[in-house]
């Protein structure tokens, strides 16, 4: 059965620093990984989505990559703002089946 | 706009009562699903449909029903065979296809009276 960990369970860094949060998975055998930002209280905002083909994906001053062999992806946020502060999940997806997905990284920027 | 909604945003339950959340989408998408959030953990699939009046389980389906009446539609009922179902729960939709996101709506959060 397929496991998601990430790591570490919370951050709490300065504005302006750059940061990495890591997920790794058990099974190798994924359609795609995708990474999430959750507010308060709120629902799952969609960040990137990675395909098994692929090495890595780029939205502005975010970055993920993805080894699929090694069962590992990290995000990548450049010049973080307090308006990053959130959890950040990630998800391993095996199909149309539905995502498995880790506890979280739970996310502070210190103005 | 496009969007997932969900409602109500939050629910009680009184013993031995079912509860229905209702989830409705109007992004064309084919696939939907119910995933359930405890505090601190992370996301568990209770049941998903990929097309109209069809559903399968996922990891936690005992205690749940659901139904796919229409596309746009995908309630959850938390039958009273549900013991634990205070949590926050969350409905999410995507296009057909293993590389499609899926998007997610604001959640309904169950509590118990």
């Known amino acids: 059965k397929q496991e998601v960990t990430q790591i570490p369970a919370a951050l709490s860094v300065p504005e302006g620093e750059n940061l990495v949060l890591n997920c790794s998975f058990t099974d190798s055998a994924i359609y795609n990984l995708q990474w999430f930002r959750q507010d308060p209280g709120k629902g799952l905002t969609s960040l990137l989505l990675?395909?098994?083909?692929?090495r890595e994906q780029t939205s502005g001053r975010l970055n993920a990559s993805l080894d699929k062999s090694s069962g590992r992806s990290t995000l990548y946020i450049a010049a973080s703002q307090p308006g990053d502060s959130a959890t950040y999940l990630c998800a391993v997806g095996g199909g149309a089946d539905g995502l498995t997905f880790g506890k979280g990284t739970h996310l502070i920027i210190q103005p | 706009d496009g969007g997932i909604t969900q409602s109500p945003k939050y629910l009680f339950r009184k013993e031995g009562q079912n509860v229905t959340l209702s989830c409705e989408q109007n992004l064309n998408h084919d696939a939907m699903y119910w995933y359930r959030q405890d505090p601190g953990q992370g996301l568990r699939l209770i049941y998903y449909?990929?097309?109209?009046?069809?559903?399968q389980k996922g990891d936690i389906a005992e205690g749940y029903s659901v139904s796919r009446e229409k596309k746009e539609s995908f309630p959850l009922t938390v039958t009273s065979a549900q013991k634990n179902p205070t949590a926050f729960y969350l409905c999410a939709s995507t296009r057909q296809g293993a590389n499609q996101p899926q998007h997610f709506g604001d959640g309904t959060r169950l509590s118990i009276l």
């Open positions: 449909s990929q097309i109209v009046n069809d559903f």
């Open positions: 990675i395909q098994s083909s692929q």
